[in-house]
């Protein structure tokens, strides 16, 4: 009991250490992850992102919104959240397979610390991550028969559908074998099974009610872009060329390498066989050694970063054999033969996991779709570690020790990291403080091509820059009664060789605008004089 303690305060000391000090050296990514936040701010029911946006991830933030008002301070608290989350349930899955304490909380400090975790945008795919290891979890700590099981299987899929839509095909995999295994167990006239299947029909039809179908409804030519755009950085690879830098450019680039009449990825099997073939081939490669990198990542690069090559080489090495040494080999071989394996706990790991199988394979094995595959990685390592039998010497009390020794050396390392405990440049969340700090007296007209309306009022309207096509900016923002315009390094870079942007730098005061800086880094915010 004190060893599990032990383990809570390791996991909790080692959480506080990577979070407490994350908005000093992490700063605000725009992109999906800001379009949440945004459909969380003003989430409302019916949901109008549409059911493919994520409803369930909006309300998460919406929820914590009741307690967090500022918009800034609950985009970082989410985050670190998460993380924290993240690492809990990575703990809680592989104890629930087997796996000594130590081990157990040895692993989920590692993954605290990788690239998997913090690092990982959007946010979005911790959210069914932590899902997916918490009913892993509790399927494998609790003796329900495999109906029972697939039903909660079932509905976690559902769940995870309505943050990621793909994870719908889950849903109805893990419902199909559920339906297999009530008949198989002749169980559906059980009270307590009809209880499940009540609870189970209500929380389905409900959700589906409340948002929709993820899947079959909304905006069905999300998955068609994705395909689209992740060819062309295929191609663009192939070719050894850069990618274009706007959606426009890929999709011309897309339909001038497969044709006009090529849009999915069914289209391009049909007419462009070479082609898709070659697009699937590539990202089974990438994903594998994705997958392999990731390993290495987390288990050797986090505990040893910092450490000359030579150096961790050598250390690494000598632990290498001593546990080599230690193993009982007649015995561990015996206990690979012989020792059980929850095969259906397995087919219900595989079924919440085939969606981010398929799109890896499908479209791209992009870095938030790879942190689902790390859920097989640390079965098949609790799998191999179950068996693992050691020699009965008196030195094994020594090693143990030194095992825990070298899992609180790790979490020691890993504080050493720079990116986690020294302040770093923030210029868009700098940009952000500045902005939400001013109380405009009317209603803010912002001309922008990033996402800070997401933390301005509610009521604001957004002008994309590609409406300027005139070449008189001053004009424009007369015609488009623009008062509000945060002049980025990303903004200055696009308008800066604009002969009218230019010119109206000589004369934004006598359009009624004053100009004030927002960070360390050159930003500069022109709003209506009016407005302050």
């Excluded at 549409?50 to 914590?64: E, K, V």
């Excluded at 969340?429 to 509610?458: C, G, H, M, S």
Aim: aromatic share 16%; net charge positive.
């Amino acid at each position: 009991m004190r060893l599990h303690w032990f383990s809570i305060f390791l996991l909790l000391t080692a959480s506080l250490v990577l979070v407490h000090y994350l908005p000093f050296w992490k700063d605000v990514e725009f992109g999906d992850e800001t379009t949440y936040l945004g459909s969380g701010l003003s989430f409302s029911i019916p949901f109008k992102g549409g059911a493919q946006w994520g409803p369930l991830y909006a309300a998460w933030y919406a929820f914590w919104h009741f307690f967090i008002p500022n918009s800034l301070d609950l985009y970082y608290f989410n985050w670190a959240l998460l993380s924290v989350l993240a690492g809990i349930t990575v703990f809680l899955f592989v104890r629930s397979l087997g796996v000594s304490l130590a081990a157990s909380t040895w692993i989920a400090v590692l993954f605290l610390f990788s690239d998997q975790n913090v690092p990982l945008n959007p946010k979005i795919s911790i959210a069914p991550f932590c899902l997916i290891l918490g009913v892993l979890a509790l399927i494998h700590l609790r003796t329900w028969s495999n109906s029972r099981r697939f039903l909660v299987i079932s509905l976690a899929g559902l769940l995870c559908a309505y943050c990621r839509p793909e994870f719908y095909i889950s849903f109805l995999l893990a419902l199909i074998i559920a339906v297999f295994w009530v008949w198989k167990e002749k169980g559906i006239l059980q009270p307590t099974l009809m209880g499940w299947a009540g609870v189970f029909v209500i929380l389905a039809i409900g959700l589906h009610l409340l948002f929709g179908n993820p899947l079959f409804t909304g905006d069905d030519n999300r998955s068609t872009v994705a395909f689209q755009q992740h060819f062309v950085v295929n191609y663009s690879a192939w070719m050894n060329q850069p990618e274009p830098s706007t959606i426009e450019a890929q999709l011309q680039l897309f339909h001038k390498v497969l044709g006009e009449d090529v849009h999915t990825l069914t289209d391009a099997v049909k007419m462009q066989p070479k082609w898709a073939i070659k697009h699937i081939s590539t990202n089974i490669i990438h994903t594998v050694t994705a997958n392999l990198t990731n390993v290495v990542s987390i288990f050797y690069q986090i505990l040893f970063r910092g450490w000359y090559s030579p150096w961790r080489m050598a250390v690494v090495a000598g632990i290498v054999l001593v546990f080599l040494f230690l193993i009982d080999y007649k015995t561990t071989a015996r206990n690979f033969r012989r020792k059980p394996v929850d095969w259906w706990g397995l087919v219900a790991l595989i079924t919440l996991l085939i969606p981010t199988l398929i799109a890896t394979v499908l479209i791209y094995p992009r870095t938030h779709y790879l942190i689902f595959h790390l859920v097989l990685v640390l079965w098949v390592i609790a799998f191999v570690l179950n068996r693992l039998s050691f020699r009965e010497i008196k030195a094994m009390q020594t090693f143990s020790a030194a095992f825990l020794a070298l899992l609180v050396l790790s979490i020691f390392v890993t504080i050493r990291l720079p990116e986690y405990h020294r302040k770093a440049p923030t210029p868009t969340a700098d940009n952000v403080r500045f902005i939400t700090q001013l109380n405009p007296k009317a209603r803010l007209r912002v001309l922008e091509r990033d996402w800070y309306r997401v933390y301005l009022k509610k009521d604001s309207d957004w002008i994309h820059v590609e409406e300027y096509t005139d070449g008189d900016f001053a004009k424009f923002v007369r015609d488009k009664n623009i008062n509000f315009i945060l002049m980025t390094q990303d903004m200055q870079s696009y308008f800066g060789k604009d002969s009218g942007f230019v010119s109206f730098l000589n004369q934004y005061k006598s359009e009624g605008f004053v100009k004030l800086p927002t960070n360390s880094e050159g930003a500069y915010l022109f709003i209506k004089q009016s407005l302050l």
